[in-house]
């Protein structure tokens, strides 16, 4: 039986304003939410800063390793937005003034408003094509398989919903979960033995905390639903041949 397609995106996010810590990212949770909803794992996130070379490397490192790049950032009127730029160079174009990312704000714009430092935002790279804001209007742009969109989340999250039918996605990941009153280290080794059998299997263990309980919660991801199952079936068979009560959880 053929393995479910697996196709994976890379989530660069670009501005100094986010390394100070004077703005919080709100953006990456959200994109590997609807992406996976979509069956497009995100499989790396970065936070780079407004330096030219910088956005060339890592868009240039990245696009060659995944399915879909999406950035977010440095894509406004201000000095210090040079996404477009960057991106620009690093696929070995430059930008222009885009026709219709220009009617797009003048008609955005009241008369007299639609100043040099806004027009900036109409210029992409040569061979991009516009991505709709329903928000603000100033559009984001693709070239290839890199999706350039704003910062400001609520504008950002609105593109993402915008350009997600266009996506060709995969296989969806599920999850299964189950939880012990046990520490982690206490069933370290049962957990190493299924994700050693189950190559295809992610499997991980959080810290699980409720009043008057606490615990492990076990969480196994996959896109092969029998493998999932199987996978889970190993490991509850494996805690409960030590004693271990599966306290709550998909378990059957």
Do not use: C
């Not at 909803?37 to 790396?44: A, L």
């Not at 609105?158 to 997600?164: I, P, S, W």
């Not at 615990?215 to 041949?241: C, H, Q, Y």
Request: proline content about 5%.
């Amino acid at each position: 039986m053929a393995q479910p397609t697996r196709v994976t995106a890379a989530f660069i996010i670009i501005g100094n304003e986010i390394l100070s810590g004077r703005t919080q990212d709100a953006n990456l949770a959200f994109l590997a939410q609807r992406l996976g909803e979509t069956g497009i794992q995100v499989v790396e996130a970065r936070v780079i800063p407004d330096i030219e070379q910088t956005i060339i490397d890592t868009v240039r490192e990245l696009a060659v390793r995944v399915d879909y790049v999406f950035t977010s950032g440095g894509i406004g009127p201000t000095h210090d937005d040079i996404t477009a730029d960057a991106i620009a160079r690093a696929f070995g174009t430059e930008t222009f003034e885009h026709p219709e990312a220009v009617a797009i704000l003048e008609r955005h714009y009241a008369e007299g408003e639609f100043n040099p430092a806004r027009r900036k935002m109409a210029r992409v790279p040569r061979g991009a094509s516009l991505l709709e804001n329903p928000v603000s209007s100033a559009p984001g742009f693709k070239i290839e398989n890199v999706h350039v969109l704003a910062g400001v989340p609520k504008i950002m999250q609105a593109m993402v919903d915008m350009l997600l039918p266009s996506l060709a996605g995969g296989a969806v990941v599920e999850s299964r979960t189950i939880t012990v009153l046990i520490g982690e280290s206490v069933i370290a080794t049962e957990m190493g033995d299924v994700e050693a059998a189950f190559a295809d299997i992610d499997v991980g263990s959080y810290p699980y905390f409720k009043p008057g309980a606490s615990g492990t919660s076990i969480v196994l991801r996959g896109s092969n639903i029998a493998m999932l199952d199987e996978a889970l079936a190993t490991i509850t068979a494996k805690l409960e041949a030590r004693g271990i009560e599966i306290w709550a959880g998909d378990h059957k």
